[in-house]
């Protein structure tokens, strides 16, 4: 089998509530927060950038008795990377000190890049190409003042050590949905995301979601009640538990991997954070569904299974306090000038 051997997650402390977003805009903090099923987010302090979230995330998905020479690949998704020209993953790669004899890359695909690492990842792993490899999904927070995006648009970070030992969780199938369907674009130059409001929901967000998890439940020849868990990509509170039931999946297999309530959507870390809150829920043998979704736009879908060594990498996070629930929980406030300055560097 191929799957996940350990993970790491990194959620910056600071967070804005809702309420202080729209009352600085004069809008109904109620009615801001009932349509988007949000109540905070979480916000990367001013020295932090993709590549510190990102090497916080694989720091934490090695342990002391990782080999880091079986590591031979180290992806790195990302919408925010700091550069434009100089990878993210190779600065990764030199803190983490893995070498040189690695594959680096960057990956951007909005908000699925990282689940788009994990399949690449997968390939060479199964192909007996390479022996381990990291994928990571790292995001800051990008939205124009006074845009919709504002409220939701997070921080944090994942990175997934993948291979064939000691697995948490094996890979039983995955799949890929893929289409030119432009919900959501930023051009070169440009410093905020541009959307088509709306649009982004049934046309662009469910009519891949659905169809890949379609597909993946036609590949696997399963259905929702062969699951334990799901996880979606959360843009909002709204859409994966609306996509959850057009699927058949009920609240309980959904509820655990909900992240986006308290730290809002860290883009290509967002799916990858509600399956670690599922991990941490998870017993052995039992199923998790995850599709992901990124604008542009596409899905991958994976299905996985956990093993006995979940619980042992659940008890060693626990003690260092990288559980998500721990991270969530390991917070403080920020007002809206402070936010301002953290993300628009003002």
């Not at 903090?29 to 590549?51: H, I, N, Q, S, W």
């Amino acid at each position: 089998m191929i799957g996940i051997v350990d993970y790491g997650i990194y959620i910056p402390q600071g967070r804005i509530k809702l309420e202080t977003i729209a009352k600085s805009w004069r809008k109904s903090p109620p009615e801001v927060v009932g349509a988007l099923g949000v109540t905070e987010k979480a916000v990367a302090a001013r020295d932090e950038d993709a590549v510190t979230l990102a090497i916080e995330a694989a720091c934490r998905s090695l342990t002391s008795t990782t080999d880091l020479s079986d590591i031979a690949v180290l992806l790195v998704g990302s919408e925010s990377h700091p550069y434009a020209v100089n990878p993210t993953s190779t600065i990764v790669g030199e803190f983490l000190g893995i070498g040189n004899s690695y594959l680096a890359a960057d990956l951007q695909f909005a908000c699925k890049a990282g689940t788009a690492a994990m399949q690449l990842i997968f390939g060479l792993i199964d192909a007996r190409k390479v022996k381990q490899g990291i994928a990571i999904g790292a995001d800051t927070a990008q939205s124009r003042p006074h845009d919709v995006l504002e409220y939701t648009s997070a921080s944090a970070s994942a990175a997934y050590l993948l291979g064939r030992d000691n697995l948490l969780a094996n890979l039983i199938e995955f799949t890929s949905y893929s289409s030119d369907t432009p919900d959501f674009w930023r051009r070169d130059g440009m410093r905020y995301p541009s959307h088509a409001g709306r649009f982004t929901g049934k046309p662009a967000y469910f009519a891949h979601v659905v169809a890949c998890a379609k597909q993946l439940m036609q590949q696997a020849k399963i259905t929702p009640q062969d699951v334990d868990y799901c996880v979606f990509h959360m843009p909002n509170g709204k859409f994966p538990r609306e996509a959850g039931r057009a699927l058949g999946f009920c609240d309980v297999q959904l509820e655990p991997s909900l992240t986006v309530e308290k730290i809002g959507n860290p883009y290509s870390a967002s799916s990858l954070v509600g399956l670690a809150a599922v991990l941490e829920t998870a017993k052995p043998k039992q199923k998790i569904f995850m599709v992901s979704y990124g604008s542009g736009a596409g899905s991958d879908g994976f299905l996985w299974e956990t093993t006995s060594e979940i619980s042992k990498i659940k008890s060693q996070k626990s003690k260092m306090k990288q559980l998500v629930n721990q991270q969530i929980d390991d917070k403080h406030d920020i007002d809206y000038t402070e936010y301002l300055q953290r993300t628009h560097k003002i």
